[in-house]
């Protein structure tokens, strides 16, 4: 599967099962730090083992459903923030023949930032979670979603040698308006 250097895809086959990547995937996976993401351990390997949290995976049920009976492709904007840089990314998710689906994602624009070792799986992490939202990149303290660097303040995490383990989720801005492009509300 070819690719531009700013557009990163794959195949889902109809039974939601890796089945191709594009060239230049092992190169993103990397950059983030995502050795377990390389081509060679996704293909061949069901999708739904790399999505996290329940929220995310009912949208992107109702995603898969929407585009496999309209047959019509659908964009979402995301981010992709890495240790030191912020990414602002659209993805696209399009039907192919069978039932396959393609997901095309597209560098709309970086900004770099200072590190932040709460997203680098260097940091040595403490015994506490915290949830990210997996489309928008921010954090949730007590109830309320922020940037991950006005978090970091907050919880005074820079004066602490361990940062948090991570767990993905969904903020309720994003569920809403992903829900209603998924057709599920």
Known sequence: MESSSTIYTFEIDSANVISAVSDNWDAFALENEGEEACAGRVLGRPWWEFVTGNEVRMLYTGLLRRVRET??????PFRCD????????TMTVAP????????????????PRKLVPLLSREAPRASFALGLCGWCGKARVDG???????????LKLFE???VPT??????????AKFSQLAGLS
């Open 82 to 89: 890495g240790p030191t840089v912020r990414r602002y990314m």
């Open 71 to 76: 047959k019509l492709q659908l964009t979402l």
């Open 96 to 111: 192919r023949p069978d039932d396959a689906v393609l997901f095309s994602c597209a560098l709309v624009r970086e900004e």
């Open 166 to 175: 991570l767990s993905h989720g969904i903020c309720p801005a994003c569920e």
């Open 160 to 162: 602490r040698e361990q």
């Open 144 to 154: 309320v979603w922020m940037e991950v660097e006005e978090m970091l303040r907050k």
